[in-house]
């Protein structure tokens, strides 16, 4: 509603400016027209013009005498005229409209004005072309009079009529002319320069073509009229009119382009075409000066762009043809008019009726320009309130969506809140659901590996086997979970350094080779002899986890063909590209991204749930990020999949490591163990006697250090102990407690099943040796074997003394 209300009082507005403007313009042009009444003056057509040889003719007033074409010499003559005064006035006025000469000026023999001081300085301009002389009364005498007048000039010289009068007629006269052809077209000059600028600053902020071919236009416009009525002369002669008529084709160009474009045509041949002949402007009358026919050329030329103002014209008509309204009208009428007094200057140009007379053109030019600039500042004026309206609605609308976002974020914080608080609930029930489960199996395994090294008879073995082969698939679903929250906890640090990638791959390939073997798959090893005389550059732990993942993962997979293991060097800056290739089941494409997700499981009802919990690509992905070495995968349905990824390459040679030394005895070692779980402390106990170690258990340090008390003797070797102990109780502590006692050198190791993010960072800057349950009897006997080289025993006796 609004916005239709400011468009109609624009329009009424429009309509206002363009009647005020419509009739400023027959004000202004009343005084051109307006003769006096009763004017008593005589008009002096016809003089006798004397040649510098003597040689006489009767010529029309005005007259012109040009030099030779192409020369700017001095020009010289005389014109005599005669006037009949019946009775001598009181005051007679001479009048001449248009002198254009260094003229001296006689009445009967007596010199009444002399301008000839320099014949052959540029001829006078603007307001020196008029002449308002009054005669002494002493040199008019009843009857007839002479009037001679001496001309000279460069090039040419010009005399207008002459008009002998009372002076108040002649005055009014006078006025006319220095109104109309000086005061007049400077005032334009002025207001078309100024609304000229106006449209500029409007165009810089807008950068709309419109706005800058009518601001550049009228500009030019602006300067062309104060060039005309500048009193003295720019240039020089051909000069002056050279650059005068082509700065009048360049500001005719850019209106009528504009007017073009204004009404909705899109003329790129019109705008190019103009274009190339305002600019040829200057080389075409150059041309015609030299070939002695400037005057000729400059009114054909502008002729020619009078016909240019046609098409502009026509185009104003279909713009106000297309709105149908006063705007329209006053646009089609300005610019008619335009047009109109533009024909009638060329012909009283072109007709020599007048050497100085008023052009009215840029007078109804006065009136386009300042009524397409109100048009315009009034498109922008209204484009503006209108952005503002829509500005106004918009932050309206923004502060709507803002308190809508602000509650939609305060719903998502909640939200996220509830599901952190899920996932750490989840985490604190994985965390003890994995310890509860994990105190058992470790029990368990330490029980087999018991029973398996005693003798055994019958199917016993064979029962032992299958058990161990359970227990080491639930082992691998541990050691996965576990890894997971080793990463989650930051724990696992990448330590690169070179290594020999051969030997791993070949290490692995054989470690899977009798797997494959057992399914009837084959399994196949290719390294490029370019990549052997190099070294890979990365954490080979993790390397090698990486690789063994996707191992396990082709396994799985792959029921019908192989899988097949490469290791190439790739690339201007070398890299290792190691891939594990399969002959399996293939992946489809949506569900390529899903494959390292957590737990994500391609579906596969025949597979098996020993093959684990989905965790092992996801594994992979992780370490992969973690060591920089991106992973890719590509796949066919039915055909299989490669999963590859870059480890960089140096020639810095692998640490050299020294031989193992050979495994110590175990007999009699004593070993403190601290757990709060009786099962685990009887399994413990039976697995260590069994290897004919000392075993002293409890569930906590105290208990341990109360046993000590009554020990006649011996060495304490190691301690293992259970992270979480009851009251609360860690086994860092209960280490910190029993060496105190017996010595910080005793080798100390930290077990756990407890695989939360939290416990595992306590656990590792703990700076003791950590193993998570469930441990293997193999890795519990390596670790004990290290302790007892590198452990200085302490005597239990003097322990238990001191304390």
Partial sequence: MSRAVTCQGAAAAGGAVGKFLMLALLLLMLPFAARSAGDASVEIRIAERLAGDGASAMVRLPDTVRAAPGTQRLVEATYRLSVDVAQAPRKTTLFMPGLIAHATIRWNGHLIDDRSERPDAPLPRSLARLRLLDIPPE????????????????????????????????????????????????????????????????????????????????????LHTAWLVFPRPLLGAPHQTVWTVSLYSFFVAMLVIFCVRFSGW???????????????????????????????????????????VVVGLAAVIRYAWSRRNVEGLLLVSS?????????????????????????????????????????????????????????????????????????????????KDSAEAANRAKSTFLAAASHDLRQPVHALGLYMAALASDGSRGDQPYLVHRME????????????????????????????????????????????????????LRLSLRIS????????????????????????????????????????????TPIYRVQVWDTGRGIAEAERERVFEEFYQVADAGRERVDGLGLGLSIVDRLCRLLEH??????????????????????????????????????????????????????????????????????????VLDRL????????????????????????????????????????????????????????????????????????????????RSGRPRSLADAAQES
């Fill in 335 to 415: 610019g008619a008019i335009a047009l109109a007094f533009g024909v009638r200057d060329w012909l009283v140009n072109h007709g020599g009726a007048d050497n100085n007379h008023i052009s009215i053109t840029r007078y109804a030019g006065l009136l386009f320009v300042v009524f397409v600039a109100w048009m315009l500042i009034n498109r922008f004026v209204r484009a503006s309130r209108e952005l503002e309206v829509v500005n106004s609605e918009l932050e309206q609308r923004v502060t709507s969506k803002s308190a809508e976002l602000i509650q939609a974020l305060q719903l998502m914080r909640e939200a």
């Fill in 266 to 308: 899109r003329w790129a041949w019109f705008d190019r075409g103009a274009w190339t002949a305002a600019l040829s402007a200057p080389a075409v009358l150059y041309a015609a000066d030299a070939l002695g026919r400037l005057d000729g050329t400059t009114e054909v030329w502008l002729l020619l762009w009078i016909g240019v």
């Fill in 529 to 572: 002899r370019v990549a052997r005389v190099r070294h890979a550059y990365s954490d080979p732990v993790l390397v090698e986890r990486i690789v063994r993942n996707l191992l396990s993962n082709a396994l799985k997979y792959t029921s019908v063909g192989g899988v097949m293991l490469t290791c190439r060097l790739r690339g201007p």
């Fill in 709 to 788: 008390a009554s020990e006649p003797g011996g060495a304490l070797g190691a301690i293992v102990a259970d992270y979480r102990l009851r009251e609360g109780r860690t086994g860092i502590e209960a280490i910190h407690l029993l060496q105190g006692r017996f010595g910080s050198h005793v080798p100390a190791l930290l077990v756990s099943g407890d695989s939360s993010a939290l416990t595992l960072a306590r656990m590792q800057a703990s700076g003791f040796d950590c193993l998570s349950k469930p441990v293997s009897a193999a890795r519990l006997r390596s670790w004990l074997a290290a302790a007892a």
């Fill in 139 to 222: 040199f008019v005498r009843a009857g007839e009079n002479v009037i001679e007048i001496h001309a000279t000039g460069p090039g040419l010289v010009s005399i207008s009529p002459v008009h002998v009068g009372p002076r108040a007629a002649l005055e009014s006269r006078f006025e006319h002319r220095v109104l109309g052809g000086v005061v007049g077209p400077a005032i334009v000059a002025a207001v078309v320069g100024s609304l000229a600028l106006c449209v500029l600053l409007l165009w810089i902020k807008l950068r709309d073509p419109l706005y800058g071919y009518f601001g550049v236009g009228s500009l030019a416009w602006s």
């Fill in 469 to 520: 082969s359970s227990l080491a698939a639930l082992e691998t679903m541990f050691d996965s979970l576990l890894d997971l929250s080793r990463m989650d906890a930051g724990v696992i640090v990448p330590h690169p350094m070179p290594f020999d990638i051969e030997h791993l791959l070949r290490r692995l390939a054989d470690e899977f080779a009798a797997l494959c073997a057992s399914k009837g």
């Fill in 630 to 703: 991106p992973v890719a995968l590509r796949s066919t349905v039915g055909r299989g999949s490669c999963f590859s990824f870059d480890v960089p390459v140096t020639r810095d040679l692998p640490v050299p490591t020294a031989a193992p030394e050979a495994a110590p005895a175990l007999d009699g070692l004593a070993v403190v163990v601290v757990d709060d779980d009786a099962a685990v402390r009887e399994s413990m106990e039976i697995l260590l006697r069994r290897w004919r170690l000392r075993v002293f258990s409890g569930a906590s340090a105290e208990d």
